[in-house]
């Protein structure tokens, strides 16, 4: 889509084009296509086409539509009044995630912020929403378009312009934020030099008040001297990492989970056993999994100190402990049972069990639970989680029961 396309969707005769390829595709949505629930998109696409037949433009609304209803997963309901690009919603942020970057940036109460490189204006979004005078900047002209249609479809103050990240005086901001590309011609880039403003810039932009969204992957050895690393996750998956600069930095490290029960962190402080040996016990009656953004935080201890627990080995993220508890931070599980390791033995105990649906765990083990679970061929009537790990090199199963 470019941008003469994407301008004269937001004029009247864009918008009732729009609409009426929401009507076709809702219409459509969920037809029986060759016995298969499915949309028939050329069947949609025809029917556009016949209510505009500009090619150019029939393809631009039908994408919008798809594309809003993709994003609800990201954007709630707001998705439905929002434009995007393909790459741009692959790359924004998910709503929940930049709401509570932004919540905690407001509480700084920087006199505005401006996000360089803004993309489709996803956390611009949330830096209104939180009260902040807000500007974004982005090298595509389209992206800067299509943040400024987000911007006023939900009645949201801000400014967007065309321009060059990195060649921007700063001076009359009072924050900053920056979401690198991590994408080339090739792909996902995982090497931070490679991004796009470079690490070069992202280290002299920590300089000043802000924020920088980087890969959950970040090398603990990569953030400076005095910044903050957050890693965030949402439902369970770890969205990203966050660095705040040293006057907005609260901890060394922070674990931050959100569901939909709300929003907890954990920092480096609630550990005891940072900087020492990590606590190694045997196993307990209970079992439990840390969440993604406390393993890559390294604030495991820090969950086992929570649960008056240890780990079962130095090098493996399971907690266990003989005390019953239920955390955010956690999957929490009793242990019923040891199993044999041996797979021939594990079928037999497992059958003996009369078990068939089974849900398999693992971590230091070299075991890909889907072909383990074909190999298995359980049959019987109770389900099961068996949870497959290492200690002190010795492969171990357990039987255990989520509470």
Known sequence: MDLDTFTWLLTDDGQ????????????DHGRNVGGKQRTDLLAVAAAVRKVEPDAERAAAALTQVQLRVKAVAKFGEDALKMYFTPDGL??????????HRAARLAAARPSSVVDLGCGIGGDLIAFSRAGLTTAGVDLDPVRVAVAQA????????????VADSTQLDLAGFGAAFADPARRGARGR???ETGWTPPWSFVLDLLRRTSVVKVAPGIGHDLVPEGVEAEWVSDDGEVKEASLWSPDLATARKRATVISGEGLVSITDEDDPHQGKERPVVELGKHLYEPDGAVIRAGLVTAVAAGVDGGLLDPHIAYVTSDLSFRSPFMKSYYVIEELPYREKQLKAALVERNIGPITIKKR????????????????????????????????????????
């Not at 692959?90 to 709401?99: K, S, Y």
């Not at 006023?152 to 312009?161: K, N, Q, R, S």
């Not at 075991?367 to 171990?396: N, S, W």
Request: aromatic content about 4%; overall charge positive; charged content about 25%.
């Open 16 to 27: 009732r084009l729009l609409e009426r390829a929401a009507h076709l595709y809702a219409d």
């Open 90 to 99: 692959e790359q924004a942020t998910r709503h929940r995630v930049a709401t």
């Open 150 to 161: 987000n911007l006023d479809a939900l009645g949201l103050g801000g400014a967007t312009m």
């Open 189 to 191: 880039v995982f090497d």
């Open 364 to 403: 230091g083990v070299d075991i890909v639970p889907e072909q383990l679970r074909k190999r298995l061929a359980l049959t019987g009537d109770v389900e099961a989680t068996i949870v497959l790990t290492r200690v002190a090199g010795v492969g171990r199963v357990l039987h255990v029961r989520p509470f």
